[in-house]
């Protein structure tokens, strides 16, 4: 079964630490996504990468980077994080087809 | 500026009824448009999609159409089940690949 594996379900960091959320995939995909969702605002793109070590800015990239060493792990990170990136994080892989969007189960952050 | 518009946040249907989701979105070099469910705690699955080509796609008891003219799609399930109860995105693809996600509706079967 194709799987998009997020390394952590819940997380609480405290404000001003750098957090790391990793993603792997295992179906070869070339394109990796974060988004964000937050009530009543739906998925907002972050970040996102067409192909090994590169990344393109999403709608809201303010306070994150990304990382993409290798074709089936992409990282996101919060430099700095803030109690307003308390948030539920969603990675997602494709192929080159609209349909192929897998998502992982999501991280749930709550920076204190 | 929102592209993609669900303007109902929440919507409560009695088992075995019809349920009407409804999507608008302003920009009209979207010529793809997907369905997303998801769960609480889990990440959102794929539903259905329609092209621009197409005014109406079916799958078993889902059913999106798709009013170019008027910017607007909806997705009816018939009949309702209560495994129906979820978040359904809207989400046209701009580009070749990044979709633009509605704000969702959350969608309430009661038996």
């Known amino acids: 079964d194709v799987k998009v594996t997020q390394s952590s379900r819940y997380l609480v960091k405290r404000t001003g630490e750098k957090v790391f959320l990793e993603c792997v995939q295992d179906?070869?995909?070339?394109?990796m996504f974060w988004y964000r969702q937050d009530p009543g605002l739906g998925l907002r793109l972050i970040y996102f990468?067409?192909?090994?070590?590169?990344?393109e800015k999403g709608d809201i990239p303010e306070g994150y980077s990304v990382s993409r060493e290798k074709k089936e792990r992409f990282s996101l990170i919060l430099e700095s994080a803030s109690t307003n990136q308390t948030s539920m994080y969603l990675c997602a892989s494709s192929s080159n087809t609209p349909r192929g969007y897998t998502f992982g189960s999501g991280t749930r952050l709550t920076v204190v | 500026d929102q592209q993609v518009k669900q303007n109902s946040p929440s919507l409560s249907v009695q088992e075995g009824r019809i349920s009407i989701l409804n999507c608008d979105y302003t920009?009209?070099?979207?010529?793809?448009f997907l369905w997303y469910k998801k769960y609480p705690a889990e990440g959102p699955t794929f539903l259905i999609s329609?092209?621009?080509?197409?005014d109406k796609n079916e799958d078993g008891r889902f059913t999106v159409f798709l009013n170019k003219s008027a910017k607007h799609l909806s997705l009816h399930i018939v009949p309702s089940q209560p495994g129906d109860s979820a978040v359904y995105f809207c989400?046209?693809?701009?580009?070749?690949?990044?979709?633009?996600f509605g704000q969702g509706t959350r969608l309430t079967i009661n038996p």
């Open positions: 329609i092209s621009s080509i197409k």
């Open positions: 990468s067409y192909d090994v070590k590169m990344k």
């Open positions: 179906m070869d995909h070339e394109n």
């Open positions: 920009n009209s070099m979207f010529d793809y």
């Open positions: 989400a046209p693809l701009q580009g070749a690949q990044k979709l633009v």
